[in-house]
Nanobody
Framework: QVTLVESGGGLVQNGGSLRLSCVASGFRFDRSLMSWYRQAPGKEREFVAEIVTGFNNARYSRSAEGRFTISRDNGKKTVYLQMNKLAPEDSAVYYC????????WGQGTQVTVSS
């Protein structure tokens, strides 16, 4: 059974930082593309960042580029999202996604940035 469990969300002030974690199980994590998405109230879920295995190449949305860093620890089956210089528009539920022969989602973790 595939499970993805996010943690690390919370309330932070404008300009602050948070690090999200997503612990995976039930599939070959080291061979899987891992991503972060977010969804704000009344908006569609949007891509934030992804990291491939092997060379650990990463790709970011325009809003995340330069502020967020995605990384992974294959030994711990965990993907991280370091978020710096957070702004109120970054407030959303952040979801971890795995691609391993199909798409799998975590339950999400709430990030709220106060102005």
């Amino acid at each position: 059974q595939v499970t993805l469990v996010e943690s690390g969300g919370g309330l932070v002030q404008n300009g602050g930082s948070l690090r999200l974690s997503c612990v995976a199980s039930g599939f070959r994590f080291d061979r899987s593309l891992m991503s972060w998405y977010r969804q704000a109230p009344g908006k569609e879920r949007e891509f934030v960042a992804e990291i491939v295995t092997g060379f650990n190449n990463a790709r970011y949305s325009r809003s995340a580029e330069g502020r967020f860093t995605i990384s992974r620890d294959n030994g711990k089956k965990t993907v991280y999202l370091q978020m710096n210089k957070l702004a109120p528009e970054d407030s959303a539920v952040y979801y971890c996604k795995a691609w391993s022969g199909g798409s799998y989602w975590g339950q999400g973790t709430q990030v709220t940035v106060s102005s």
